[in-house]
């Protein structure tokens, strides 16, 4: 099985965890705020995680839902006053809150500064010794490292499959829709009923736990994290999953994450010029899909195809 | 029902309201005319609460609503059908009609639905159309049904005919004739002078920020002031 080598698994692994960010943005994206707090809330998970697991020796589990539970909480106290804030200004604060985040792990002990943590509980190892135990392995005649990576990768999967289905439940329900009419015209909705303050928190502090819940499944799936690898580059690469792949639909993000994700490994060949290419590659397909590469119209389309000969074409709506 | 008392409102250094007062009785149909840049968006946007005023308060059925949030004075039944519409473009006509019934959780927002597609034909049949897509006319007429959806006992409408043609102009006074003629009281801006007379029962002029004039509908009509300024000259 030559398609199973553990660099393959690493890059689905990562690809996934990344779906997952996009989607964190997506959500937060879903009533209209542009925050750039998620690498910061990604951050929170991931240090709060690899801390309760390695210092504490809780369960990976545990400490993978306690690290979602802690971003929404902080997002929590942030959203308060950031979520009154309008476009370009909520970008701007929430990025400043992400840059607050990393300076504090930079500068903490608990948070061992610039060196970071390393040796953090891998889940691989674990799903691995899982696989080992019941003979699943053998079974399959995997060796220890590729049963743990796919198990992870199944993993992972799940997780995002329970991120999509509930956000998919989210749109179609009176939540969704006041998402939905808040996105279009804040004030219309307000007019009409919606408390717009609550609902614009509520996403906020779902997209923080999304994105907190990658952030702990990435510390357990690199074993090492530092301040760096949530700064500013990470911020531009979740909000690119998001615009890249289509912010309107929640494929997008899934899809931005993975071609974003895939792409790097796939220029390898090119060496040097593999950053240079990857840019350009990013201002075309902007100029050509200036709504991402899924656009409303473009999923509605495929619907229907998917849906030929089960429903009438268009026949989806209401 | 409605009552403003001595209103000062403005958007930061600018006053656009300088003390207003005004009362709107149940059942009635009062209209707030004046100028471009009078303040009657103003009058109407402090009302809903999207404007805080600086002094002043705000009766609602008795209730003083001044600091209530405007999704709190919503599900109090005022309706706003807000200038220029403010259709949410993205979403279908009969989503749009939903979220008009938001704050509701009865079970009669289906035969509510019924009842506006009954009002407005056009709807019915474009339900599923988005509401960007809609003409000016038909966008005015999703406008007012998503208000009706909330069963307002106070709806405000902020110049229902801006840009509509004068045909469609008639037919949307003579629906708000009929919404009041149901029981929902109206109070109605307009620059359109002459229809928005012919049907309310009394008339506010504003300008710069004040009211300058005040009377029963026909007398308002009447004044030659009025006349002068918003009716084209002395006639009939």
């Known amino acids: 099985m030559d398609i199973l080598n553990p ?15 996009g989607i964190s943005i997506y959500i937060t994206l879903s009533t209209g705020q542009m925050s750039l707090g998620n690498a910061g809330f990604m951050s929170l998970g991931a240090y709060a995680s690899a801390i309760l697991t390695m210092k504490l020796g809780l369960p990976l589990a545990f400490g993978i839902f306690t690290g979602g539970v802690l971003a929404a909480l902080v997002a929590l106290l942030i959203g308060l006053p950031t979520t009154r804030l309008q476009g370009l200004y909520l970008a701007i604060a929430t990025l400043g809150f992400g840059e607050v985040i990393r300076v504090v792990a930079l500068n903490l002990e608990i948070t061992n500064g610039a060196l970071g943590i390393s040796g953090i509980p891998s889940l691989s190892i674990t799903l691995g010794k899982v696989f080992n135990s019941t003979g699943l392995a053998e079974a399959l005649s995997l060796d220890f490292q590729v049963a743990g990576q796919l198990g992870l990768v199944v993993l992972l999967l799940l997780i995002l499959i329970c991120v999509l289905t509930f956000q998919l439940l989210l749109e179609k329900s009176r939540i969704g829709r006041a998402f939905a009419a808040i996105k279009e015209d804040e004030h219309a909705a307000e007019v009409m009923g919606v408390n717009v303050v609550y609902y614009k928190m509520l996403s906020f502090i779902i997209g923080a736990f999304v994105a907190g819940l990658a952030g702990a499944l990435y510390a357990h799936s690199t074993f090492f994290i530092n301040p760096t ?90 | 029902m409605l009552k403003l008392k001595n209103l000062v409102a403005g958007y930061g250094s600018i006053v656009a309201l300088k003390s207003i007062s005004l009362e709107v009785a149940q059942g009635s149909i009062v209209t707030l005319i004046g100028a471009n840049g009078a303040g009657k968006t103003t009058t109407m946007r402090t009302i809903m609460g999207l404007i805080r005023p600086s002094q002043g308060e705000i009766l609602f059925e008795g ?14 039944g005022i309706s706003l059908v807000p200038e220029g519409r403010s259709i949410l473009a993205r979403m279908t006509v009969l989503e749009n009609l939903e979220m008009g019934a938001y704050q509701r959780k009865d079970k009669e927002i289906e035969s509510d639905m019924e009842k506006v597609f009954g009002r407005f034909p056009i709807l019915g049949e474009r339900k599923s159309q988005l509401g960007g897509t809609l003409s000016g006319g038909q966008q005015q007429m999703l406008a007012i049904g998503r208000a009706l959806m909330a069963r307002p006992k106070l709806m405000l409408l902020d110049e229902p005919s801006m840009g509509l043609a004068p045909l469609v102009v008639s037919e ?65």
């Open chain 2, 63 to 76: 209730r003083d609503i001044t600091k209530f949030k405007t999704h709190e004075i919503a599900s109090m």
């Open chain 1, 229 to 318: 690898d949530f700064s500013y580059h990470k911020v531009v690469d979740i909000l690119l999953y998001a615009v890249f792949g289509g912010s309107n639909v929640i494929w997008g993000p899934v899809l931005g994450a993975f071609i974003l994700t895939l792409l790097p490994e796939v220029l390898r060949f090119m060496a040097d010029y593999r950053a240079m290419l990857y840019g350009a590659l990013l201002v075309i397909m902007m100029v050509f899909r200036p709504n991402g590469i899924l656009s409303r119209e473009l999923a509605a389309k495929i619907r229907t195809f998917l849906c030929f000969g089960k429903k009438s074409p268009g026949g989806d709506r209401q």
């Open chain 1, 7 to 21: 660099y393959y698994l690493q890059i689905v692994t990562f690809i996934l965890i990344n779906a997952i960010l």
């Open chain 2, 172 to 236: 949307i006074f003579k629906v708000i004739k009929e919404i009041s003629a149901g029981g929902t009281t109206v109070l109605l801006v307009e620059q359109n002078v002459r229809q928005a007379i012919k049907i309310a029962d009394y008339a506010y002029v504003m300008e710069t920020g004040k009211i300058v004039l005040e009377g029963n509908a026909r007398d308002v009509g009447r004044d030659p002031r009025v006349m002068e300024a918003y009716l084209g000259g002395k006639q009939a």
